[in-house]
Nanobody, 126 residues
Framework: QVQLVESGGGLVQAGGSLRLSCAAS????????MGWFRQAPGNEREFVAG????????DYADSVKGRFTISRDNAKNMVYLQMNSLKVEDTAVYCC???????????????????WGQGTQVTVSS
């Protein structure tokens, strides 16, 4: 099992940047593909970004391509989401998620992930 704890959320003006972090417990972090999801009030949870267990493959939702970057540090059991050029519509609770995966696999849907963090609030003001 793996436990996930997000941090780095907050209030930022439109056009600004935030970096979210997700700390994972356990000694087998490098066996897990990781993802970031978000959920705004009244909306369904949506995929934001995913990264393979080795960090060599990734994918993004169209709405964040070119603005967000997912990365990981397997030595530190960490995954990050760098968010630039933030928009009001990026406001949501952001969660990281993990699943055991083969090499190179990026999971794109929430039902593929077995482990979830509690989330961190990101609020973008106009």
């Amino acid at each position: 099992q793996v436990q996930l704890v997000e941090s780095g959320g907050g209030l930022v003006q439109a056009g600004g940047s935030l970096r979210l972090s997700c700390a994972a417990s356990g000694r087998t972090f490098s066996r897990y593909a990781m993802g970031w999801f978000r959920q705004a009030p009244g909306n369904e949870r949506e995929f934001v970004a995913g990264i393979s267990r080795g960090g060599g493959s990734w994918d993004y939702a169209d709405s964040v391509k070119g603005r967000f970057t997912i990365s990981r540090d397997n030595a530190k059991n960490m995954v990050y989401l760098q968010m630039n050029s933030l928009k009001v519509e990026d406001t949501a609770v952001y969660c990281c998620a993990a699943r055991l995966s083969p090499l190179g696999y990026v999971a794109l849907t929430d039902r593929e992930y077995a482990y979830w963090g509690q989330g961190t609030q990101v609020t973008v003001s106009s």
